[in-house]
């Protein structure tokens, strides 16, 4: 039985930190929030600050979980992305916004992550 979406994309979001403090990724925040909106992980990758939505799924029924992050979403988290720079006085930093695709097998719940580098741009 699989549980609800929000507890899947917990879990999505714990197996996106570790992956990506496995392949070098310094992680600043997660779940940082405003009234414009949310960001799943927001991390370094070298000279890069990352802003990173996480989409987990069980299988592909529904289509590819980046496709969820439609232009509007993206809106949101450039916005939120833009008060994080502020507040935190980022302006340094080169910036993208990354996805990481977390699909979970339905068979074994083993997961299947893609880490889609610069997803989409201002």
Do not use: W
């Amino acid at each position: 039985m699989h549980s609800s979406n929000k507890d899947i994309g917990s879990r999505g979001e714990d197996i996106a930190e570790n992956h990506l403090k496995e392949i070098g990724y310094i992680i600043l925040e997660r779940n940082f929030q405003c009234k414009t909106g949310e960001v799943d992980i927001i991390a370094k990758d070298g000279n890069y600050l990352c802003f990173i939505e996480v989409k987990s799924r069980y299988g592909k029924l529904y289509g590819n979980p980046c496709e969820a992050v439609t232009y509007s979403k993206q809106s949101k988290i450039r916005k939120t992305a833009t008060v994080y720079i502020m507040k935190k006085k980022l302006y340094k930093f080169n910036f993208r916004f990354d996805v990481i695709e977390i699909i979970f097998n339905i068979y074994n719940n083993i997961p299947s992550i893609r880490l889609i580098k610069n997803a989409f741009q201002i």
